[in-house]
T-cell receptor
């Protein structure tokens, strides 16, 4: 059961354009929504995260938009650069028994920014 | 650098052989995780640990076992490797205050 659905699977954007990746979740107990960025041969690294009490969070060129009622959130990359070419994972988490944080990942979006 | 080291980074083995992957952390974090990454599936949790000798199953735990005898080491064992276990395996630790996961650089396992 895929609890976090991510689209598109791949994305090609021209330099300077806007990259948009969407995710939808099912479990209303999720209370933390991070995005991870992964370069080839490396482990994923946290890019930006949001909690459900806000509708938008911006850090530099990266913005998360969050729609709690629709159970959807998205990553917007403004002024996309070739260095942004990577795989992006959305995720959702909630704290379970004993403080264990259950993190569910989307299937990933491979972004290519062309000059 | 979150102080996570995975070993080996690359391994090729044959079906039916045992394999152990090691994750070592220098941050003294309580929570440690093993994920596998496969195209079209993203990152899927295999097992996790919430302390020494305290472990539990994730969503794809069949065929895998783990052990944590010291805070800093979390071992993932494939008792009898199968071709379906060909994957990239990532260890992660959880940040204390934010819940952020810090990942190692991965171990690429090929089972022939």
């Amino acid at each position: 059961q895929q609890q976090v659905k991510q689209s598109p699977q791949s994305l090609i954007v021209q330099k300077g354009g806007i990259s948009i990746i969407n995710c939808a979740y099912e479990n209303t107990a999720f209370d933390y929504f991070p995005w991870y960025q992964q370069f080839p041969g490396k482990g994923p690294a946290l890019l930006i995260a949001i909690r459900p009490d806000v509708s938008e969070k911006k850090e530099g060129r990266f913005t998360i938009s969050f729609n709690k009622s629709a159970k959807q959130f998205s990553l917007h990359i403004m002024d996309s650069q070739p260095g942004d070419s990577a795989t992006y994972f959305c995720a959702a988490s909630n704290t379970g028994a004993g403080g264990y944080q259950k993190v569910t990942f989307g299937t990933g979006t491979k972004l290519q920014v062309i000059p | 650098d979150a102080g996570i080291t995975q070993s080996p980074r690359h391994k090729v083995t044959e079906t039916g052989t045992p394999v152990t992957l090691r994750c070592h952390q220098t941050e003294n974090h309580r929570y440690m995780y093993w994920y596998r990454q496969d195209p079209g599936h993203g990152l899927r949790l295999i097992h996790y640990s919430y302390g020494v000798k305290d472990t539990d199953k994730g969503e794809v735990s069949d065929g895998y076992s783990v052990s944590r005898s010291k805070t800093e080491d979390f071992l993932l064992t494939l008792e009898s490797a199968t071709s379906s276990q060909t994957s990239v395996y990532f260890c992660a630790i959880r940040g204390v205050s934010t819940g952020e996961l810090f990942f190692g650089e991965g171990s690429r396992l090929t089972v022939l």
